[in-house]
């Protein structure tokens, strides 16, 4: 006999045997023989099932994301089952449906679920579950099974954005100063697919201040300080003040980074950066002065007179400047050296060549006059600054001076006066030694430096035979002799003269004087000479002596006819020929 499955629900199998036989014709049959046995049976009722599904890793998730399960039920036992029911570990996805709920010894069924991951799913990393299948044994015991455990593993992408930006992107550095104030707002957001804790912003910027997160306003109400749930964003706001650098480097770029730790302690991070640009305001101004704008001829001295040149650098820009040079051709063509003097700078903390905004600083040469810039009348010398800003391009600045040099033009002049324009004569003395009465004439002469240059030995030449000494009657400084006349001063010269028979006879005296000086880079200075005239009127007048030679004629002598002799002296006393005396 072979056990069959009603032996083992029914737990024996009984076995009764029945012996009879017949026995010849006429011979009463004997009873029947009977004769039975039992033999227990033992069952073993058993079910599985094994769950599977082909999705064993979500690369990348997001919420609602299926996963297909199957599931293959086998009685594994050695009786029936009925009333099986499969349950999933997932609340979600609980009973499966079978295809059938009773299977026989070795029979199987199916079923399939699916179920949507949730945050918390990929917030755990992966889905792990079991399935446990139910059934009824013949006997009336419960049969369970429970299935493999089913591990999907879900990618992570932890993940943080930063967003950084101004305001003041650009700023105008004409009017940007050292201290002014850059504000600066920050945006971070959880852009992953989990929640991130112990989020932090850090800015790299020195001299960063007042950087907070405003926690309180971020878009999820539900999560804390530090926290950030997918999707999630909070604000922050920092300050800075511009530096003398900043200005220099033509701007400010600030980076900052936020980052956060994912449920799995793996740190994200993202950096981002915003520029302010600075428009370069870079200057520089230079102020060149000679020590005189002008030498007078008097003064000028090829090879000895000198012009003392001053040099004042300024940065007028509101940048750092180097490189700083001061260029004179002139200068250096004359072999003169030209410098800047960096330790006297307006701020000492700057180095050599490099000027701060404001800063001053300055340099002087000396120049000597040559011959030629005498022969040109003037020195016109020029120079330039050239300075190099960090960003952008050099600047430079130029300065011409111009110092008038007066060529030496020296000149005297005379003006030469006479106290009397006529004299009127009346008579001659006989002796032509003998004065004139009223026949002195007395000049003055005026003499007057005219030119540029000063002269020295000043005096007057007057050739008049019978001139009295030349005597000074006025002169700068008191001066009685060796006359030194600047330009435009003046000396008073005085001479006397008296009237001759020669001058009466030609009727008129006139009289020729020069004024002559000395000027160290020149010959001797004449004048032009100066010419007055005496006009002498001539009054005729004749007077007679008689005489005879007989005053008295006594005795004998006193006849008729006595011879008296008489004579006649004719005399021309007056002060013209007479004729037809």
């Not at 917030?123 to 455990?149: C, K, L, Q, W």
């Not at 000043?458 to 050739?463: E, R």
């Amino acid at each position: 006999h072979v056990v069959t499955t009603d032996d083992v629900r029914n737990g024996i199998v009984p076995n009764e045997i029945i012996a009879n036989g017949n026995p010849p014709r006429y011979v009463t049959p004997p009873d029947e023989a009977t004769d039975d046995v039992e033999t227990p049976t033992t069952s073993n009722s058993s079910v599985s099932v094994v769950k599977a599904t082909d999705v064993t890793l979500i690369e990348n998730p997001s919420v609602g994301y299926e996963i297909p399960y199957t599931f293959v039920v086998t009685n594994t036992g050695d009786v029936p089952l009925t009333n099986l029911v499969l349950t999933d570990t997932i609340a979600s996805i609980g009973k499966v449906e079978l295809a059938k709920d009773s299977l026989l010894p070795g029979e199987q069924t199916t079923g399939t679920a699916t179920y949507e991951i949730t945050q918390a799913d990929i917030e755990h990393g992966e889905v792990r579950n079991t399935a446990t299948v139910t059934g009824d044994a013949p006997s009336g015991d419960d049969v369970t099974g429970d299935s493999n455990e089913v591990v999907t593993e879900i990618r992570q992408n932890p993940s943080i954005s930063l967003v950084k930006s101004t305001d003041d992107k650009k700023l105008d550095a004409e009017r940007s100063i050292v201290g002014e104030v850059i504000s600066y707002e920050f945006t971070i957001t959880n852009d992953g697919n989990v929640a991130l804790h112990d989020v932090e912003l850090i800015d790299t910027l020195e001299g960063i201040y007042d950087l907070t997160i405003d926690w309180d306003a971020s878009t999820d109400e539900a999560t804390g300080d530090g926290e950030l749930s997918v999707g999630e964003s909070v604000s922050a706001k920092a300050k800075y003040r511009l530096t003398q650098d900043d200005l220099n480097a033509g701007g400010v770029t600030n980076t900052a980074y936020a980052t956060g730790a994912s449920p799995k302690d793996e740190t994200v991070r993202d950096d981002s950066s915003a520029q302010t640009t600075l428009t370069s305001s870079a200057a520089i101004s230079l102020e060149k002065t000679a020590s005189t704008d002008s030498i007078s001829a008097d003064d000028v001295s090829a090879d000895t007179t000198t012009i003392v040149y001053s040099f004042t650098i300024r940065n007028t820009g509101m940048v750092t400047l180097h490189d700083v040079t001061l260029t004179d051709e002139m200068l250096t063509s004359a072999g003169v050296p030209v410098s800047i003097d960096w330790e006297r700078s307006s701020d000492a903390s700057t180095a050599e060549g490099v000027l701060s905004p404001n800063e001053t600083a300055s340099g002087s040469a000396t120049y000597t006059v040559t011959q030629q810039d005498v022969a040109n009348g003037s020195v016109v010398n020029g120079a330039s600054v050239n300075g190099t800003p960090d960003v952008g391009q050099p600047v430079s600045d130029d300065d011409e001076v111009k110092t008038t040099i007066e060529t030496p033009s020296p000149h005297l002049s005379i003006a030469k006066e006479v106290d009397k324009k006529s004299v009127t004569v009346s008579n001659l003395p006989i002796d032509g030694n003998d004065e004139i009465e009223n026949a002195t004439l007395t000049y003055t002469f005026t003499v007057t430096n005219d030119g540029n240059v000063t002269l020295t030995d000043v005096h007057v030449s007057d050739m008049l035979d019978g001139l009295s000494g030349i005597s000074v009657v006025d002169a700068p400084n008191d001066q009685t002799e060796n006359i030194t006349l600047k330009p435009s001063e003046k000396a008073t010269l005085r001479a006397t003269y008296v009237l001759t028979n020669a001058d009466v006879a030609a009727g008129m005296r006139d009289n020729t004087a020069t004024a002559i000086g000395t000027n160290v880079a020149t010959d001797d200075v004449e004048s032009d000479p100066s010419t007055v005239e005496t006009e002498i009127v001539a009054e005729p007048h004749l007077s007679i002596i008689k005489s005879v030679d007989r005053e008295h004629v006594a005795g004998t002598d006193a006849n008729v006819g006595t011879l008296l002799t008489y004579t006649f002296v004719v005399t021309n006393n007056g002060a013209t020929t007479l004729g037809d005396v």
